[in-house]
């Protein structure tokens, strides 16, 4: 799925700022591409970007107006087809991540078809794959593994592409769910695809690439979550990652959505490397990424030095204490990846 | 998925016997169910069971017409419709083991809507459910495991439910292929499922029975194959098996489809125990089914006798020398099982 920045941001009349979540994630990493919001009367989210008319984005060379709220039960609801199809008939194209279907609205379906303007609906998956072939592809690429279920995956990732491109290395973020696609504007939304075209969707997101570029796949799920461990399996075979970093939440006591303890990291770390190896026989992890977030300043810093002394790894808080010990180790075990193309 | 029998089994006239694979293995498992067959001219597949004419059928008590043919590329023949479009004005469901939706052909989807009746597209999987709990259900459970695709899980898992039911247990099928669905009235194609419902799909298939209960439930693909592991994992984690009995193929040199080589049956007992303990910890192997088509009699059996010893597991070939040392082993692990409702 391919979405054309730069992006008008449309958040409707959503009730709070939380229903916004996706589409603050998009103007956090790429706010060159956003150039303004859109919101309806009653509205109480605010990306606190430019306020701007269908007219005006247009205008100033809008090209995809982004439906990125999350509302009870992902509907769009009609009063805010009008705009929708007033951004269409404005030359733009419509991408959302709702579960109602954009064009299951026939005036959106018909005004989209009208102007040939594309409708992409992330969390949905129509888009063919071939089944995965497994065969080793030139280019490097790191995925982001957890212990559970939105532990900072995709934000390691996001910081690893920012923090390598820093040191003019070839970095690019691979998106395999509905938010990072819209923050790279390409990707697929891996839950959503046929199972068995899982990794076959993987091998599609991050392709054949010069020996010296990065991709930095996106992870989802846990190999030791009993809802999606499969994702997550048919991920790291698609994927297959030369190298990977653990993500883990230390507060948590529970797997996300079930009664399962987490499983510790060394656990995470072993099993990656023996089902990665399949399809990357020089599979390694590369550092630790731990959410500190719930944790003080003295004993996130203590936690990351024991983590990382007992597995013999980089550790750190991306978001606290950002991601240079893991590029730094990235560096040390793929020297060649320092001479990318800088960008 | 629910298919009512009896079955009216539809051959159209495809080329070949090969066309007809799936509506062979419905004939040799559940002959009961099958009335007759319905052909049409030119057709080259035969099923050797009566030849009937919708009306015949219809008037036997047929309550479903069975599209078990695969042709070039799992279309429909536009000048099969007609014939289909009868059998629903008979009476009839019609289920569908092709690529192409029933309902894509106006005429057919217009006459099921007139007559209230069912278009089954076994291929691809309109249900809805949740996703996976992970949470142990009361009922044993068994699933066949593989080396690679297509070595004789679906055959094992059938050969497994036929003889434990000769022995008086309570033993059920559970199918998650097509052809498994045809023969059982009931499951789902778990490839077809979108990715984040796989074991949620799977706790639907084999759900909580009595203590004594087994299902057998049929495995998909393999954890070591890089195409379809995702499924394999979901599967296994969906199922929660108390047991499980692996399925080789002894002459094949690549996995299905891809250049990667069969893992040792060794390799997938033990990650089949390492992923399984997520949602079953006391999981354990029961049996080893290899596939001897191609050797010998004496090559089979000198062949079975070592990967026993060397296992210290039942193994044989379930079709040349059936299964009945695995239920053995099985009644020996789980003596509870023996006092299943006979059937």
């Keep these: 799925m391919l979405v054309t920045p730069p992006y008008l941001m449309f958040l409707g009349d959503v009730g709070d700022q939380l229903a916004a979540k996706t589409a603050h994630g998009?103007?956090?990493?790429?706010?060159e591409w956003c150039l303004g919001q859109r919101r309806l009367p009653g509205c109480k989210a605010d990306l606190g970007i430019t306020e701007m008319s269908i007219a005006e984005a247009a205008a100033k060379g809008a090209r995809t107006l982004i439906v990125g709220v999350a509302n009870a039960g992902g509907v769009l609801p009609d009063h805010w087809t009008a705009e929708i199809v007033a951004a269409i008939e404005a030359g733009m194209d419509v991408a959302s991540g709702l579960h109602t279907r954009l064009g299951s609205k026939p005036e959106i379906r018909e005004a989209a078809a009208r102007h040939g303007r594309q409708l992409l609906d992330v969390r949905h998956s129509d888009q063919r794959f071939d089944t995965g072939k497994g065969t080793k592809r030139p280019g490097l690429r790191l995925l982001t593994v957890g212990t559970d279920c939105s532990v900072g995956k995709k934000y390691t990732a996001l910081a690893l592409e920012r923090g390598m491109r820093a040191r003019g290395m070839d970095a690019d973020f691979r998106a395999t769910g509905q938010t990072g696609v819209f923050i790279s504007g390409r990707g697929v939304a891996i839950d959503?695809?046929?199972?068995?075209?899982?990794?076959?969707?993987?091998?599609?997101?991050?392709?054949?690439?010069?020996?010296t570029h990065w991709d930095l796949v996106e992870g989802q799920g846990s190999l030791f979550h009993p809802s999606f461990a499969g994702v997550s399996l048919g991920l790291l075979h698609g994927a297959q990652p030369d190298a990977f970093v653990v993500c883990h939440e230390p507060t948590r006591t529970t797997m996300r959505g079930v009664k399962h303890p987490l499983p510790g990291i060394d656990d995470v770390i072993d099993l990656t490397i023996r089902c990665g190896s399949l399809t990357n026989p020089g599979i390694r992890p590369v550092g630790i990424a731990i959410n500190t977030e719930k944790l003080g300043e003295d004993e996130a810093r203590a936690l990351i030095a024991e983590t990382a002394g007992r597995h013999k790894l980089p550790a750190t808080d991306p978001i606290r204490f950002g991601v240079e010990s893991i590029i730094d180790r990235v560096l040390a075990e793929f020297p060649q990846s320092a001479n990318g193309k800088a960008r």
Excluded: K, Y
């Design 192 to 211: 959503a695809v046929v199972a068995d075209f899982i990794s076959g969707a993987v091998e599609w997101i991050c392709p054949a690439a010069a020996e």
């Design 26 to 31: 998009i103007v956090d990493w790429r706010p």
